[in-house]
């Protein structure tokens, strides 16, 4: 049995759900509106507060889709009600974010500045010029644009230059050594 599948998901106030024939699901709140398409063989069933995921069988293909589908309509709720966010930092000597407009203007070393276009759905914040908060309603697009940002400059190991999240740990490697 799947152990996240079998999960009821809680609807809070303020949310609204609707399922269509399609097996579409739409979830609105006060953060903004998801909609995700789950698959036809996974049934599901709306009760008074609470959503559940069905699968037909035990097989291995609606075993794996049971947990995803799950998972996939939990984080719309979650979205939609609290929001996702990702926060960077920028590590190096002239490593510098600004916002001008819609636009994330990043100075990473290079002979150029980095323009970046703020996505539709995402919130862009730049507390201090070596902080950047990635926030949004939808977890994929999110995490997808947080990591577009982080591939301009990977943190490298040596001195530990470059962009990366605030919970990630860079494990630092010893230089050479002069005889």
């Keep these: 049995m799947s152990r ?14 609707t399922i269509d024939d399609k097996n579409v699901v739409t979830v609105k709140g ?7 398409a789950i698959p036809k063989e996974i049934k599901i069933e709306k009760e008074e507060s609470t959503l559940v995921v069905k699968r037909p069988t035990n097989n291995k293909k609606h075993k ?6 799950r998972s996939l309509i939990n984080n719309m709720v979650i979205g939609v009600t609290e929001g996702y966010e ?53 977890k994929q697009q999110v995490g997808n644009f947080a990591a577009k940002i982080r591939e301009l400059r990977k943190p490298e190991p040596y001195k530990g230059k470059g962009i990366k999240y605030s919970d990630e740990y860079i494990r630092r490697k010893e230089g050479k050594t002069a005889k």
Excluded at 30 to 36: A, D, H, M, Q, R
Aim: hydrophobic residues 35%.
């Design 4 to 17: 996240i599948g079998i999960k009821p998901i809680e609807i809070k106030e303020g949310i609204e759900i």
């Design 30 to 36: 006060p953060k903004g509106t998801l909609s995700e």
């Design 86 to 138: 990702k926060k960077l930092e920028l590590n190096g000597v002239g490593y510098r974010a600004t916002m001008q407009g819609k636009k994330l203007v990043l100075n990473l070393g290079f002979s150029h500045p980095i323009e970046m276009e703020q996505p539709e759905g995402i919130e862009l914040d730049v507390p201090s010029q070596t902080a950047i908060i990635v926030k949004g309603a939808n």
């Design 64 to 69: 794996s889709l049971h947990g995803l589908s």
